[in-house]
C-alpha cells in the first residue's frame, strides 16, 4: 500500500474540523498521513488539531501565518511523504472507502493523473452535485472537478503547485488546468463520495459576488495559458467570454491571422447552421 498525503488546510474552520478529521481516521485505506495545516486562525483549531495528533501520530499538525490556500496547500504538500496528495477542506469530508476507491483506481494505470468520486452536497443546500464530465476542453471552460481529488505527488512537482498569486479563489481550476495540460487521464467513480459543505457565506460565494475579483481571476487563467486557449478547440470559451473586453484584447495579441480567420469562419458558419 502506498502512502496518501491528505492536506486539510484550516482557517477558522474549527467548528467543522473534528468531522473532517474523524471521516479521515474512519478510512478503510490504512497507509495516510494526514497533514494539518492552520493558515493562522483565530478560533480553537490548534487545540482540537493537537488533539487529534495525540490520538494519532497519523495526524500531523503545521502552522503559518495567515497566507491563504494555495500557500497553505503548497506548504504541507512540501512536507509531506505520501506517493498520492488528497488535498481536503477543514469543512468538508469524505466516505470511508474514498482513499481505497481513488488509490486503486490511479494505480490501474499510469497515464491516469487525476481521480475523484461522487459529490454529495450537505449544509444550506442537500443532494447529490451531478457535475458534468470531465473533458479537457470542458474544463477551460468552467471546472468540474473539486479539490478533494487524488493526485500523484510527481505531478504537483513537475508543475510547480498551486499558484500562490491566486488568493481571491478558483486556484483549483488553475492548478487542474496546468496538472492535465498534456492530457493525462481523469477517472470519475461513483463508488465512494465526497461531501462539500454548502454555507450562506464562504469563499467561493464571496468571490463570484465581487464581478471584478471574478474577472481579475478568468483573465489571469487565460493570459497565464494563452498556449491552450488560443487553439482552434477552444472556439466555445472564445465565444463565451467574447464580451470580456480585456481578455478578448489579449486573445487577439496572440492568435495569429490564420486563428482569427478560423474563428471568423467558424462563427458565421454557426449564424447561418440556426
Not at 467548528?15 to 473532517?20: S, T, V
Request: charge should be neutral.
Amino acid at each position: 500500500m502506498k502512502l496518501v498525503s491528505i492536506i486539510v488546510p484550516c482557517y477558522n474552520q474549527a467548528l467543522y474540523l473534528n468531522e473532517c478529521l474523524q471521516s479521515v481516521l474512519n478510512q478503510s485505506y490504512t497507509n495516510w498521513e494526514c497533514i494539518i495545516i492552520n493558515d493562522g486562525s483565530e478560533d480553537e483549531t490548534t487545540s482540537i488539531a493537537t488533539s487529534w495528533c495525540e490520538k494519532d501520530n497519523r495526524f500531523i499538525y503545521i502552522e503559518q501565518e495567515n497566507k491563504g490556500v494555495s500557500i497553505a496547500r503548497n506548504n504541507a504538500i512540501t512536507k509531506s511523504k505520501g506517493t498520492y496528495i488528497l488535498p481536503l477542506d477543514a469543512d468538508d469530508y469524505i466516505s470511508k472507502n474514498y482513499l481505497e476507491f481513488c488509490t486503486k483506481e490511479i494505480e490501474k494505470n499510469k497515464n491516469i493523473e487525476l481521480v475523484y468520486g461522487n459529490c454529495i452536497k450537505f449544509g444550506e443546500e442537500q443532494g447529490e452535485w451531478n457535475l458534468p464530465s470531465y473533458s479537457y476542453e470542458r474544463l477551460l471552460q468552467y471546472n468540474m472537478i473539486f479539490c478533494t481529488s487524488l493526485f500523484k505527488r510527481s505531478s504537483f512537482d513537475k508543475v510547480g503547485g498551486y499558484d500562490e498569486k491566486m488568493v481571491n479563489g478558483l486556484e483549483d481550476w488553475e492548478f487542474w488546468i496546468r496538472l492535465l495540460k498534456h492530457r493525462g487521464e481523469v477517472v470519475n467513480i461513483k463508488e465512494c463520495d465526497f461531501y462539500y459543505r454548502i454555507k450562506e457565506v464562504s469563499r467561493n460565494t464571496n468571490l463570484y459576488k465581487d464581478t471584478e475579483k471574478v474577472n481579475l481571476s478568468y483573465n489571469y487563467i487565460f493570459n497565464k495559458h494563452m498556449d491552450v486557449y488560443k487553439e482552434p478547440n477552444s472556439i466555445e470559451l472564445y465565444k463565451k467570454y467574447r464580451s470580456n473586453n480585456e481578455y478578448i484584447n489579449n486573445l487577439h495579441k496572440h492568435l495569429s491571422l490564420t486563428t482569427l480567420i478560423q474563428l471568423f469562419l467558424k462563427k458565421v458558419g454557426s449564424i447561418f447552421s440556426r
